[in-house]
């Protein structure tokens, strides 16, 4: 599996979790939060790829009075040093009486991401994300949810067979502004500007696409524009952090706990020599 597959195939898995959280969540006592949504799912990705995808996560301050976003993400290789930028606000769908809502939309802090992420100083894409779960069967997702890559092959985008994969669903906070104006935005408002998030790093049938290739396409027919802005080369030192020398160090504890406990189990289960029969 190539790195682009697998990264793709990283981002349906956690829209599939994410919806089936949502599901199950509530019947047994424990209502999933839009933060936890949040913080489990990118701290998965940033574990499985540390050298494609960066991540900051905005403290309320700054999401409230200077971005607009819940986090920014830098997709793209250490390799090459080149970098899409992105910052996203993320909205929990919920049941209320006989419709399907998101929380809150804040005009305002829907402007201020959209305005400080297209600051030329900025250069990023603002982008919301959509967790979601409906059990009513009555409820139709318009069929223009489609995958965004053309070479994407047709099960990226069968909604019918695979509906866990609009767990998570993304869309451009530009067209979000221009749906009616009210707080609470319904499910059938979102959904004509959503798509899956994995449809924004699937690399389709160009699995050998570098990763940041893959995503402008996808941001393109997203957003409806032929261009974007401009791609970072080179990242803040905010955005390299040390997390990557943590998980290494993490996962060289895991192996070593597993190894270890290999070793007991084999142990245990080999059959003593010396005892007595019978």
């Not at 986090?71 to 899409?84: F, H, P, Y």
């Amino acid at each position: 599996m190539t790195r682009g597959a697998e990264i793709c195939w990283t981002f349906q898995y956690l829209a599939w979790r994410t919806w089936e959280s949502l599901c199950v969540g509530p019947g047994k006592g424990i209502e999933i939060g839009e933060e936890s949504l949040t913080d489990f799912n990118l701290l998965d990705v940033q574990i499985r790829f540390p050298a494609n995808i960066k991540l900051y996560k905005y403290t309320k301050t700054q999401e409230h009075d200077e971005t607009g976003a819940d986090w920014e993400w830098w997709i793209g290789s250490s390799a090459s040093d080149t970098w899409r930028r992105i910052r996203v606000q993320a909205k929990k769908l919920f049941h209320k009486g006989s419709q399907y809502k998101y929380d809150a939309f804040n005009e305002s802090q829907m402007r201020l991401l959209i305005d400080k992420s297209l600051d030329p100083a900025v250069s990023a894409v603002p982008l919301y994300c959509f967790y979601n779960y409906w059990h009513d069967t009555s409820v139709r997702v318009p069929r223009t949810s489609h995958c965004l890559n053309h070479h994407c092959p047709a099960r990226c985008y069968d909604m019918a067979l695979f509906p866990g994969v609009q767990g998570c669903t993304i869309a451009a906070a530009e067209r979000v502004s221009l749906l009616p104006q009210r707080s609470r935005k319904t499910l059938r408002d979102v959904s004509n500007t959503s798509s899956p998030w994995h449809c924004l790093v699937c690399p389709g049938l160009l699995p050998t696409r570098p990763v940041v290739d893959t995503v402008d396409v996808a941001l393109m027919k997203l957003l409806g524009v032929t261009n974007l802005p401009r791609r970072w080369v080179g990242l803040p030192d905010y955005a390299r952090g040390i997390l990557p020398q943590i998980i290494g160090v993490c996962f060289m504890c895991v192996k070593s706990l597993l190894r270890r406990r290999a070793r007991v189990v084999r142990r245990d289960r080999a059959p003593r020599r010396g005892g007595r029969v019978g």
